[in-house]
């Protein structure tokens, strides 16, 4: 059976399509309005070996911030919507992702239970229209939304491309083994019999 959702969501704010396959290689479409943002979608799509979808526009006049928010809120919906009961998964993922000076690590629960454990420090400023904490707000959203634990952490780098982009890899690649199909798992990996 395909692990696959679809979520729509329109405010005043913004309007978000997500189309998610979780058997995928990357492909897909991003298009939000937010290039820098586009291209890390991009990795995560290609690192957790998801087929992706996503078309934003939003308000970008007054920033980027509820675009990037309410895609990840998107994102994290359809995660929880293509997961299912969760029966069959490996549940936990992590990763460190270096990217020259720079070096990300995320680690993952499919719990159930939706938190966002953010840690280190980016310099002040915007790549793009992409302001820095834009990354901590995203994979908030994506958590919560997801229903998952999700700890990140930048843990050294100075060029804060660098940074940003390791820790979408890291989460990429911590998603890609918590979300993969373990062969020997008879049911839901837990001994309450559920992840909701």
Request: charged share 25%; aromatic share 4%.
């Given at each position: 059976m395909a692990?696959?959702?679809?979520?729509?969501?329109?405010?005043?704010?913004?309007?978000?399509?997500?189309a998610l396959r979780l058997e995928g290689d990357g492909r897909g479409e991003r298009e939000t309005g937010v290039g820098f943002f586009d291209h890390m979608l991009d990795l995560l799509a290609r690192h957790a070996r998801l087929e992706l979808h996503v078309r934003a526009s939003g308000d970008l006049h007054t920033g980027a911030h509820h675009t990037v928010e309410d895609v990840?809120?998107?994102?994290?919906?359809?995660?929880?919507?293509a997961l299912g009961d969760r029966a069959g998964i490996g549940r936990f993922g992590q990763a460190t992702v270096p990217m020259d000076e720079a070096r990300a690590a995320c680690a993952i629960d499919i719990s159930g239970r939706g938190l966002c454990v953010f840690a280190g420090t980016l310099p002040a400023g915007a790549i793009g229209n992409f302001d820095h904490e834009l990354l901590e707000e995203f994979f908030r959203a994506?958590?919560?939304?997801?229903?998952?634990?999700?700890?990140?952490?930048l843990e050294?780098?100075?060029?804060?491309?660098?940074?940003i982009e390791s820790a979408f890899k890291a989460a990429a690649r911590a998603l890609r083994m918590a979300v993969a199909l373990d062969s020997t798992e008879r049911g839901v990996p837990s001994t309450k019999g559920m992840l909701r």
């Amino acid at each position: 059976m395909a692990r696959t959702a679809e979520i729509d969501r329109s405010t005043r704010e913004t309007d978000v399509h997500v189309a998610l396959r979780l058997e995928g290689d990357g492909r897909g479409e991003r298009e939000t309005g937010v290039g820098f943002f586009d291209h890390m979608l991009d990795l995560l799509a290609r690192h957790a070996r998801l087929e992706l979808h996503v078309r934003a526009s939003g308000d970008l006049h007054t920033g980027a911030h509820h675009t990037v928010e309410d895609v990840g809120i998107c994102i994290g919906q359809a995660l929880d919507r293509a997961l299912g009961d969760r029966a069959g998964i490996g549940r936990f993922g992590q990763a460190t992702v270096p990217m020259d000076e720079a070096r990300a690590a995320c680690a993952i629960d499919i719990s159930g239970r939706g938190l966002c454990v953010f840690a280190g420090t980016l310099p002040a400023g915007a790549i793009g229209n992409f302001d820095h904490e834009l990354l901590e707000e995203f994979f908030r959203a994506l958590a919560v939304n997801a229903k998952l634990t999700l700890h990140l952490t930048l843990e050294a780098g100075s060029n804060a491309h660098h940074m940003i982009e390791s820790a979408f890899k890291a989460a990429a690649r911590a998603l890609r083994m918590a979300v993969a199909l373990d062969s020997t798992e008879r049911g839901v990996p837990s001994t309450k019999g559920m992840l909701r």
